[in-house]
Every structure is written in structure tokens, then in C-alpha cells.
């Protein structure tokens, strides 16, 4: 009875709570990659799996969070130093940007808002012979403009030229 009441009053309250909401509610999912850091960028775009994802949690969702770069096993690229060099040591800006583009189109098709983590915390974790260690550009001053200037920079104007761009939430970093 207990939990018939509270599931009562939960619902209740959401209902409450979207009638006296100001502006739109957002119910999300976490589905953060289908191949961990290489969906994007990184030689596993798989249209079908996202556009199959979307079409399933839309009737019960409307925002989803995916994780970019993951821990960075394949994009950003790093140059010796760790530093950032560019997007992608496994393809042209331009395939990440067409990339990219198709997975917020695929959101706006099923109406969700598309939130972009840009980094799992597991970036700063020695995962895997030595891939993820990339703390170094949070860490230092320089990490942080290697960072900005050659895959943050680049990824909002890759954005800013999207068709629904004006869909997307950026995250810099999980938990």
C-alpha cells in the first residue's frame, strides 16, 4: 500500500510540478556511447544503432546525453607531449563533423535534445596500457588552451554550422 501511495503522490507531484513549470521539462536518459570513445570521429559512427536508440526511448524521454571523446582513445588526437593536435588521428575533421551532424540530426527526428559530455572522468585514469591518461590538459594551462584551440574551438563551430544546433547542451566532464 505503501509504495501504491508513494508512486501516487510521485506522479502527482510531476504533474504538478510541469503544470507550474515556466518553461519546458526535460526527462532524460544517460546513453553514453554505443562504441565507447570511438562513436564519433573515431572509425564506429553507426547510424542505425543511434536512429534504432532514438526511436526507442523517445516516447518516454525527451533529452539524451552521449559522451564525445570518452577518455580519449580516439579523439581528441595528442601529440608525444600529450598535448591536443587536432580532432581526429583516425579521420578528417570533415568526417567528424558529418558525423556529428547526423547524430543531431537523429536527435531533432525524435525530438530530443541532444546533451554532450564532452569528457568521461575516466580521461584521467591509466585504463587500458596507458590510453586515457590525458589529465594533463584540465591539469595545466597549456592542456587547457591545446584543449580549446584545436578540438573545442573547432568542435562549436562544427555546431554552429549543424542544422538544430540550438538543441544541444554541452557538459564539459562527468561526475
Known amino acids: 500500500v505503501l509504495l501504491i501511495l508513494a508512486t501516487v503522490s510521485l506522479h502527482t507531484l510531476a504533474t504538478t510540478s510541469q503544470e507550474q513549470a515556466k518553461g519546458p521539462v526535460f526527462v532524460g536518459i544517460n546513453a553514453p556511447w554505443n562504441a565507447y ?7 564506429a559512427w553507426d ?21 564525445l571523446h570518452a577518455d580519449g582513445r580516439r579523439t581528441p588526437s595528442f601529440g608525444p607531449t600529450g ?9 578528417r575533421d570533415a568526417q567528424f563533423e558529418s558525423e556529428l551532424h547526423e547524430l543531431l540530426g537523429l536527435a531533432h527526428e ?12 575516466d580521461m584521467c585514469k591509466d585504463m587500458h596500457h596507458g590510453q586515457g591518461l590525458h589529465a594533463r590538459i584540465i591539469g595545466t594551462n597549456e592542456g587547457v588552451r591545446s584543449y580549446v584551440k ?5 568542435i562549436l ?11 544541444v547542451i554541452i557538459e564539459v566532464m562527468n561526475e
Not at 547510424?47 to 559522451?67: D, E, G, K, L, P
Open 37 to 43: 570513445g570511438y562513436d564519433i570521429g573515431g572509425g
Open 47 to 67: 547510424s542505425n544503432w543511434f536512429r534504432n536508440f532514438f526511436q526507442t526511448v523517445s516516447a518516454s524521454s525527451n533529452i539524451a546525453r552521449f559522451f
Open 83 to 91: 598535448l591536443v593536435t587536432g580532432l581526429s588521428s583516425t579521420s
Open 110 to 121: 525524435h525530438s530530443m535534445v541532444l546533451q554532450i559530455c564532452l569528457w568521461s572522468f
Open 150 to 154: 584545436y578540438a573545442l574551438l573547432p
Open 157 to 167: 563551430a562544427m555546431l554552429e554550422r549543424a542544422p538544430h544546433s540550438e538543441h
